[in-house]
């Protein structure tokens, strides 16, 4: 059974840095893309990051040049780095892994994953 454990959240201030966290469980983490996506309130889920089971990293417009996703396999863990957070950031943050091990292309669509994570809160004050 996949399970995927997000961590990492909590309140900040505009301007700062957190580090999310996903810890990964029942697959075997290094043939999976990851991803990344955040709901913010009153608004549906949106795609933020995602890092192929190659390593290759791919952002939202929204925060290319501020966040970066990283993993790693030795300890089945997929990482945000998150930083000069704006308020508009602020939102629940889910951790998932792709359908299938070793896809193909960019995976920026809901459908393209199977397992999600609890989410973990950010809230970045102004």
């Known amino acids: 059974q996949v399970h995927l454990v997000d961590s990492g959240g909590g309140l900040v201030q505009a301007g700062s840095s957190l580090r999310l966290s996903c810890a990964a469980s029942g697959l075997a983490f290094s043939s999976f893309s990851m991803g990344w996506f955040r709901q913010a309130p009153g608004k549906e889920r949106e795609f933020v990051a995602t890092?192929?089971?190659?390593?290759?990293?791919s952002y939202a417009d929204s925060v290319k040049g501020r966040f970066t996703i990283s993993r790693d396999n030795a300890k089945n863990t997929v990482y945000l780095q998150m930083n000069s957070l704006k308020p508009e950031d602020t939102a629940v943050y889910y951790c998932s892994a792709a359908a299938g091990p070793y896809s193909r292309g960019t995976l920026y669509r809901e459908y393209d994953y199977n397992y999600w994570g609890q989410g973990t809160q950010v809230t970045v004050s102004s």
């Open positions: 890092i192929s089971w190659s390593g290759t990293g």
